[in-house]
């Protein structure tokens, strides 16, 4: 068995986990089907900006 190692930022990987969540896969099978394309569907990154507007308002706010 060969193991790959893969060096992803926080960003990519929320993405990755927003997308795991809409196929219903876990982010081990959306990584290894995502190998060979490049981008992320409309949804997973509507998404993303949503979570992502969300925890910068948290921290701006002070909050955990």
């Known amino acids: ?30 990584i290894e089907s995502r190998i060979f394309t490049k981008s992320f569907s409309e949804n997973v990154l509507n998404a993303f900006d949503k979570w992502l507007e969300e925890e910068t308002q948290k921290i701006i706010r002070g909050e955990k």
């Open 1 to 30: 068995m060969k193991k790959i190692v893969i060096n992803i930022s926080d960003m990519t990987y929320e993405k990755l986990r927003f997308e795991s969540i809409e196929e219903k896969k876990s982010i081990q099978q959306v």
